[in-house]
T-cell receptor
């Protein structure tokens, strides 16, 4: 089955700086890659996702890039703010739903004001 | 309902007892997932139901864990003879794969404490 590795496990940045979180996946058939944000004591929520027919997707300060050849994808947060502090999870699956969402172990992001 | 609902929110049980956790997915969602999240840890995949396909049970940690789903609605996760290492938050999610909005929505979780 799918295996997703995520790095780093913790990340501290100064407010206003950029943050980058990287993930690799093992199943070359996977074609759907969402990112979830989990604030302390809350449920995970989708912040952005990408399908394998595109290499990059942006939504305001958040962007995700995908390299299918290398089987890795990354989350980029620009102009970080204290409210970006949370745990971020990447995941991989088949868009058709034939395989479950498998998550990385998470990155704890701290934005220091 | 408006979102994924899980019950109970909290459950304290004695070691060796059986527990049942319930998940009500979003209406119309064919896919339903169970995950376990230990304190400060990641989302550990347990089991996946998708439509009429056989469930993917590859993440269940032992034969003490089982889950059922009635059609495309309610699911129950059962843990038999609970152990202290079963203490965690159990999260359920549902989605509609293959559609433009294929986002998986999570419930608030059931916090299980085995004493």
């Amino acid at each position: 089955g799918e295996n997703v590795e995520q790095h780093p496990s913790t990340l501290s940045v100064q407010e206003g700086d950029s943050a980058v979180i990287k993930c690799t996946y093992s199943d070359s058939a996977s074609n759907y890659f969402p990112w979830y944000k989990q604030e302390l004591g809350k449920r995970p929520q989708l912040i952005i996702d990408i399908r394998s027919n595109v290499g990059e997707k942006k939504d305001q300060r958040i962007a995700v890039t995908l390299n299918k050849t290398a089987k890795h994808f990354s989350l980029h947060i620009t102009e970080t703010q204290p409210e970006d502090s949370a745990v971020y999870f990447c995941a991989a699956s088949l868009f058709s739903g034939n395989t479950p969402l498998v998550f990385g172990k998470g990155t704890r992001l701290s934005v220091i004001a | 309902g408006a979102g994924v609902s899980q019950s109970p929110s909290n459950k304290v049980t004695e070691k060796g007892k059986d527990v049942e956790l319930r998940c009500d997915p979003i209406s119309g969602h064919t896919a339903l997932y169970w995950y376990r999240q230990r304190l400060g840890q990641g989302l550990e995949f347990l089991i996946y139901f998708q439509g009429n396909s056989a469930p993917d049970k590859s993440g269940l940690p032992s034969d003490r864990f089982s889950a059922e789903r009635t059609g495309e609605s309610v699911s129950t996760l059962t843990i038999q003879r609970t152990q202290q290492e079963d203490s965690a938050v159990y999260l359920c999610a549902s989605s509609s794969p293959g559609h433009e909005n294929t986002e998986a929505f999570f419930g608030q979780g059931t916090r299980l404490t085995v004493v």
